[in-house]
């Protein structure tokens, strides 16, 4: 199997890398007669892409929204009646319990490192592989971030994510038992709930059409209303089209008329391989990379990047969306500029609404988080 290739780029490499200081990069060129500006001006234009990738991918913009606030505060706790107006007497003043918790923050890069002499003997197609599979590594990193957020069902803690010495970064409401931040989600259609309240659950013998309806009526009772949507993994495609009252999707180019029942996709299939494969009553269904078999997660999408979208993003201080750095060793020496080149960023991924998302992991009887691929 190919493999990442680890380290410097050298001249014992077969493949080859870009520049950083643009005043060293005018003064020389890669071997085929393509300036080494212009390689690097390459690796730019693909890390912003990329950044707006983040932010315009129909699953991330159904799913997430930013901020660099490292806080989340949100109501919790019973709710109450009107008093009875009387002439004389007045009504007992009420306020809505808060609760709140922290989201994590964390670096991460994607080093290219080439050497200065190397990159004087390279191609321009070969600095592309490199740049290529640098923004692969950071679309994977948030992909996999995101996904397992979704299948954990404790805490992330620590000041190594960001989360200091004592703050938390709970999943969706869970067993107080389970998490350090517990949460009675509010009251809503005169259904109140407990600390108890439970959003991770397991079920042995797979797929059912009972454990889809049972994921509705969760996000139902808290006031989210359809339509839903569920990601799986592309393991589970099969058994689940084939459940009993499934409608598969039919194809943009579908001609209406032929008397089946169809469901219409919302947009063409994303190239990673993120697809809509039909509904079943009031839920759409999505092949999600990154979903291992037997989990699922179910959602309502309040549209794009809404801040009430179940899952929170944070980003670098003074952002309002993820965005990418270029950096390199320093601008005083060649050398550095070229070895030390990276591309960088600062993200994690974190809960917004904690009623707002449904798990379930359809193997076992008894839970266990799973590993996002």
Not at 67 to 83: I, R
Not at 172 to 185: E, H
Not at 257 to 279: C, K, L, N, T, Y
């Amino acid at each position: 199997m190919n493999m990442a290739i680890k380290g410097y780029r050298d001249l014992s490499s077969v493949i080859l890398p870009p520049a950083q200081d643009l005043a060293a990069l005018r003064k020389f060129q890669l071997a085929d007669g393509t300036s080494q500006e212009q390689l690097f001006s390459e690796l730019v234009v693909a890390a912003s892409g990329l950044a707006g990738e983040f932010a315009r991918h129909p699953l991330w913009r159904s799913l997430v929204s930013f901020q660099d606030d490292p806080a989340v505060n949100y109501a919790a706790g019973a709710s109450s009646y009107a008093d009875a107006f009387t002439e004389y007497g007045r009504g007992t003043p009420q306020h809505a319990e808060r609760s709140g918790h922290m989201l994590p923050l964390r670096k991460w890069d994607a080093q290219l490192g080439w050497t200065w002499a190397k990159l004087k003997e390279m191609g321009l197609s070969e600095g592309q592989d490199d740049i290529n599979l640098a923004i692969d590594r950071m679309r994977n990193r948030y992909r996999q971030q995101a996904i397992q957020r979704l299948l954990q069902r404790g805490d992330d803690s620590g000041a190594g994510k960001g989360l200091g010495t004592s703050g938390y970064s709970p999943g969706f409401a869970t067993a107080a038992s389970v998490t350090n931040v517990d949460f009675t989600p509010p009251a809503f259609g005169g259904t109140t709930f407990t600390d108890t309240h439970e959003h991770y659950v397991a079920a042995a013998g797979g797929w059912t059409t009972g454990i889809i309806e049972d994921m509705e009526a969760e996000l139902m009772e808290h006031g989210h209303a359809p339509t839903y949507r569920l990601l799986i993994s592309g393991a589970d495609e099969g058994t689940v089209t084939g459940l009993t009252g499934f409608v598969k999707a039919a194809p943009l180019a579908y001609q209406l008329g032929s008397g089946s029942a169809v469901a219409q996709p919302e947009e063409e299939d994303s190239a990673d391989g993120f697809r809509f494969i039909g509904s079943y009553q009031n839920t759409r269904v999505y092949v999600t990379p990154g979903m291992p078999q037997y989990y699922g997660f179910s959602y309502r999408s309040y549209g794009a990047l809404s801040p009430r979208n179940p899952v929170r993003v944070r980003v670098e201080k003074g952002q309002s969306a993820p965005a990418f750095r270029v950096l390199s060793g320093g601008a005083d020496d060649e050398i550095k500029s070229v070895r030390d080149l990276m591309l960088y960023i600062e993200l994690g991924v974190g809960v917004g609404d904690r009623t707002n998302g449904t798990t379930r992991y359809v193997n076992n009887a008894t839970w266990a988080d799973g590993v996002a691929l």
